[in-house]
Every structure is written in C-alpha cells, then in structure tokens.
C-alpha cells in the first residue's frame, strides 16, 4: 500500500516526528530548504542553487529537475509524482517561486 504526501517549503519542520510519514516530510522539506555545498560531509545534500537570479520560466524548470534529482538521491522511500510551482503576482514579481512537491511513499508490503 501506498500513499501520497504534499511538501511545501512554507512548512514548519517538526524536529522529533512522530512517524515515518512525519519524518519523511521532514526530510524531503529540509532538502528542498538546503543550498547544496552547505552541509560540512555532505556537501552533496540538498538542491543546487544555480538557479538563484535565472529568469523565473528557466529558473522553475532548472529548480524543478533538480528537486526531483535531490529527493530520488538522499529520500529513498519516496517517489516524485510531481512538482509545482505556487503560482501568486507578488512573489513572481519578487522573483520568489514556492515548490509543491508530490510524493508517493513506498512502502514493502
């Protein structure tokens, strides 16, 4: 049995997660909060941040595969099924974008 998850960076993370299902969303919102090259022994951990003051249509495609790349890398129990972008003027015209990322949880039933 499987089931889908919904992570956002808006989030609070919740730092002693009660579950798996917690810890995982946990994980998943700290790799798309973490700027690869900024863990000591793991400079590897986390997204790319190349993307930062790209246009925003080539920055959301660069972020977007590099998000899915991140998670499949350092959360093995999950599978991307999508990601978007939270789509408001405001931050648009700040130049922020807002991932919203879908997951499958696999699970070894």
Same mark, same amino acid.
């Given at each position: 049995?499987?089931?889908?998850?919904?992570?956002?960076?808006? @989030? $609070?993370? *919740?730092?002693?997660? $009660? @579950? +798996? &299902?917690?810890?995982? #969303?946990? %994980?998943?919102?700290?790799?798309?909060?973490?700027?690869?090259?900024? !863990?000591?022994?793991?400079?590897?951990? =986390?997204?790319? =941040?190349? #993307?930062?003051?790209?246009?925003?249509?080539?920055? $959301? =495609?660069?972020?977007?595969?590099?998000?899915?790349?991140?998670?499949?890398?350092? +959360?093995? &129990?999950? &599978? !991307?099924?999508?990601?978007?972008? $939270? +789509? *408001?003027?405001?931050?648009?015209?700040? =130049?922020?974008?807002?991932?919203?990322?879908? !997951?499958?949880?696999?699970? %070894?039933?």
């Amino acid at each position: 049995m499987s089931s889908t998850l919904i992570v956002t960076t808006e @989030n $609070k993370l *919740n730092l002693a997660p $009660k @579950n +798996e &299902r917690e810890e995982i #969303y946990q %994980n998943i919102a700290t790799i798309l909060k973490t700027i690869q090259g900024t !863990v000591p022994l793991d400079r590897d951990f =986390g997204v790319d =941040g190349s #993307y930062i003051d790209l246009p925003m249509p080539m920055a $959301k =495609g660069q972020w977007q595969a590099e998000i899915i790349d991140a998670i499949e890398r350092d +959360e093995p &129990r999950v &599978r !991307v099924l999508s990601v978007d972008f $939270k +789509e *408001n003027s405001i931050d648009a015209m700040d =130049g922020i974008l807002s991932p919203v990322v879908t !997951v499958e949880i696999i699970t %070894n039933d």
